[in-house]
């Protein structure tokens, strides 16, 4: 199973519902949210989508960390041995700077030339995003700087679509530079 863990303020950002709608495409989740679990999956879900306002510590292996508004959150202790990736919008420095003291490598994701992955076209129903630096996908394999057509993006905000788009292409859920929301 794979392991998406949200970290930040609920209310902020319904960002888990969103990744759980495009994840139940692709093998199907199973989202824990507060008091609530739900499952959107025919037979055993792919994917596990943890969403906490609390974190202490992270002893998981091959998991996804993404943080969400984490202005008033501390980065929790983790395992010098877990292999984990993070995904963190460039506009929250807090996480940033966090993750930068800790010496963590994150995938950031926003509209500059220095973001890790960002738009480079946007249409209503289809964008292309831009992989700008070599990222290390959860397989091990190296991705270098590219771009993916990306389509049926209806209704989903950019900063959405970047985190979107940056879980699908860590557990390589693309074909032939196509990722479809």
Do not use: W
Not at 131 to 159: A, W, Y
């Amino acid at each position: 199973m794979f392991k998406i863990i949200i970290y930040g303020d609920f209310n902020e950002n319904l960002i888990g519902l969103k990744l759980c709608r495009t994840l139940s495409k692709y093998g199907g989740v199973l989202h824990l949210y507060g008091g609530d679990i739900n499952e959107i999956s025919v037979g055993s879900p792919y994917f596990l989508v943890y969403e906490t306002e609390h974190l202490n510590s992270l002893q998981v292996e091959n998991a996804v960390v993404i943080f969400n508004n984490s202005n008033n959150l501390d980065c929790p202790k983790i395992a010098p041995s877990c292999n984990i990736s993070y995904i963190v919008n460039a506009q929250d420095s807090n996480a940033l700077s966090k993750l930068l003291s800790l010496s963590i490598p994150a995938i950031v994701c926003g509209m500059s030339a220095k973001d890790s992955i960002t738009i480079s076209s946007i249409r209503e129903t289809q964008a292309v995003i831009s992989v700008q630096r070599e990222i290390t996908l959860l397989s091990g394999k190296k991705l270098e700087p590219c771009e993916f057509k990306v389509t049926n993006i209806d209704k989903v905000d950019e900063d959405d679509l970047l985190i979107v788009c940056a879980i699908l292409i860590l557990f390589e859920k693309f074909d032939n530079g196509l990722i479809t929301i």
